[in-house]
Each structure stands twice: as C-alpha cells, then as structure tokens.
C-alpha cells in the first residue's frame, strides 16, 4: 500500500523523506555509473523499472477500505543491487504520485522508504544469503522477491503505526492492527510475485544470458570435473 497524500502528519513526512534521501542519492551516482560503464545495460535496466511500475500499480480490495499490490522490486535489486532500485523505485512512485494518484508528494519519502529501499535491500539480502549456502537460483529469485513484498509492508504498519498508535496499546497495538489488515491479502500477494519474478528470471536466462553473467546472476564457464557448466547448475 502506497501512505496517501496528507494522510501522515507533517513531521514524520519530512522525517522518511530525509531518512531516504541519502539511499537516492547513492543509487543516482550508482545508477549513473552503470550506464556510462555499461550502455548496453540501459534496456535491461528500463524492463526493470518497467516491471515495477506495473507490479505496483495493480491495486487490490484489501479489507476497511484500504488496498493491496505487489511491488516488483526483487527483481530490480537481483539483477542490479539494491542502490539502483532506490532511484527506480523513487521514480516509480513519483510517476505514480502525478499520474495515477497513488500515493503522493508529501508521502513520498516514505513510501520510498518502505518499497524502494527496504524492501530492495531485504530480498537482496535473503537472496544472497540463499546463494552462498548453495540454494538454486530459481528458488532464491522467489524468496528474495517474496521477502522485498512482504517487508515494504511491513515497513509500512509500521510508518503508520507510528504516525497514528493506538489510543490504549500504543505503537505496538497499532502495529499489530495495521499488520494483520494487510497480511490477509499481502501475504498470498508476495507468494504470487515471487512465482512472477522466477517466471521472468527463467525468460531473462533464455534470452539474455550474456547480460546475467556480467551481472553475477549467473556463473560461467565449467567446474573441474563435471559436464555442467556453472550457470546450468545455477538456473536448476
């Protein structure tokens, strides 16, 4: 759920705008990097962004009247590292702020808190942690995509329940109520995305291989020993 606009109070509005600033800013010089070092990257980093924008514009009838969507940025983060989808997914939501009048200007640094920093860096980290110990590619791809869903919601009770805790159990009776609303619909919603996002990896793989391995996604060449190549043993 992307916060409206006006519905945080001014200070914590100003507050996650700052607390974002300084990823964006990384991401702008890492982002920038890529592109002057590696312009064939450029199309690859569009489907990226591409993806997000769709993912996270597909808004879902959540219960009280709030809403539901993926958010598309495990992708993104695997692909091209967490600082990169900070700007991608600033961008998204701007974009969407002035377009479709989801989420907005005043929640805007917030909301890039929770899906285009958090989120990144979280399923980033659970991938890579899967990596290392040996998980196949496809099955990190879903949990890193899983886990970037379901923390920028998580992030997201948890700006609320700040912003407004609960008259008697406070910020945690506040966290606990704005959690469990989203959970019913957010949690089958991470499941789906993480099913899309090895979908779209597995097409990636077919298509664009070459692309993957300069990106470490994939590992070339053939281990000492075996008649598999490296990156066939990673997509299995």
């Known amino acids: 759920m992307h916060i409206a606009e006006g519905f945080l109070p001014p200070a914590h509005a100003v507050a996650w705008g700052v607390a974002a600033a300084p990823f964006i800013v990384h991401g702008v010089r890492s982002l920038t990097r890529e592109v002057r070092e590696h312009p064939e990257s450029t199309l690859l980093l569009g489907a990226s962004g591409a993806f997000t924008f769709v993912l996270s514009a597909l808004k879902l009838p959540s219960v009280t009247g709030s809403c539901s969507h993926p958010t598309g940025t495990g992708l993104g983060a695997i692909l091209f590292r967490p600082p990169m989808m900070a700007v ?12 479709l009048a989801h989420g907005g200007l005043t929640t805007l640094g917030a909301n890039a808190f929770s899906m285009a920093i958090v989120g990144p860096w979280t399923g980033y980290a659970l991938y890579r942690l899967l990596r290392r110990y040996g998980a196949p590619l496809m099955a990190a791809v879903f949990f890193g995509a899983f886990a ?10 948890a700006q609320l329940a700040l912003a407004f805790p609960d008259p008697v159990s406070g910020f945690w009776g506040a966290l606990g109520k704005f959690g469990s609303i989203f959970a019913l619909t957010q949690i089958p919603l991470a499941v789906s995305e993480g099913l899309l996002t090895v979908f779209v990896m597995r097409l990636l793989v077919q298509s664009s291989r070459g692309e993957l391995v300069r990106l470490g996604v994939l590992l070339p060449g053939r281990r000492a020993g075996t008649g598999k190549t490296a990156d066939s043993e990673a997509v299995a």
Not at 148 to 157: K, N, P, Q, W
């Open 88 to 99: 991608l997914g600033t961008i998204t939501l701007l974009f969407q702020a002035l377009l």
């Open 148 to 157: 970037a869903d379901l923390s920028t919601y998580c992030v997201t009770s």
